[in-house]
């Protein structure tokens, strides 16, 4: 149980356009994600909260206008990344708690390569 | 502030070679503290949750032991498929998100 999906695993686009990451919660049903970025050899840093009908909550010097997330269920949460640029190249990682559990369930990851 | 500082950065051991991995932490109210594993290019792999001092929790190989200030993660005659990296985070009171540590990097050697 409790396992989360991401998609796509890869991803490659050019500077100035946009980029959806989808994060799914497979068999368990989760009001609260959690989107983080993580650059090589460093740890995971929280960019926001997404919340299930209602807006997210985003980290000091997290830009929301740029990282768009929607909760448009109790099982997908969706990060986009607008107008990208080759700094937003980085690895995104979404997590979900099950309910009545304090840890988070990790999605394996997207990779954002922008050129 | 929340503060989660883990060493050492990388170790390597051998087959075999028991070792500990330290997670030394400042929390304003500690609601719990997680070990992960992360394999390169994966999301992070939940290990353990502990929540009060000497408290300790096994797996296989792997036991972790909580005090007051830091967190151990002993591993017992280690594999190399035992080699990733390993996370600590830690969650406030009051809080529903995770605050990692940059991880220790074991590599087992045959």
């Known amino acids: 149980g409790a396992v989360v999906s991401q998609h796509p695993s890869r991803v490659i686009c050019k500077s100035g356009t946009s980029v959806k990451i989808e994060c799914r919660s497979l068999d368990f049903q989760a009001t609260t994600m959690f989107w983080y970025r993580q650059f090589p050899k460093k740890s995971l840093m929280l960019m926001a909260t997404?919340?299930?009908?209602?807006?997210?909550?985003?980290e000091q010097g997290v830009e929301k206008d740029k990282f768009l997330i929607n909760h448009a269920s109790l099982t997908l949460s969706t990060l986009t990344v607008t107008s990208a640029h080759p700094e937003d190249s980085s690895f995104y990682i979404c997590s979900a708690p099950q309910a009545g559990r304090d840890e988070q369930f990790f999605g394996p990851g997207t990779r954002l390569t922008v050129l | 502030e929340d503060q989660v500082t883990q060493s050492p950065e990388a170790l390597r051991l051998q087959e075999g070679e028991s070792s500990s991995l330290n997670c030394s932490y400042t929390?304003?109210?500690?609601?719990?503290l997680f070990w992960y594993r992360q394999d390169p290019g994966k999301g992070p792999e939940f290990l353990f949750t502990?929540?009060?001092a000497g408290e300790e929790k096994e797996k296989e190989r792997l036991k972790a032991t909580l005090t007051k200030k830091e967190s151990f993660l002993h591993i017992t005659a280690p594999k190399p498929e035992d080699s990733a990296t390993y996370l600590c985070a830690v969650q406030a009171s009051g809080a529903n998100n995770l605050f990692f540590g940059t991880g220790t990097r074991l590599t087992v050697i045959p």
């Open positions: 929390v304003s109210g500690l609601r719990g």
């Open positions: 997404s919340n299930e009908g209602s807006k997210a909550t985003y």
């Open positions: 502990l929540y009060s």
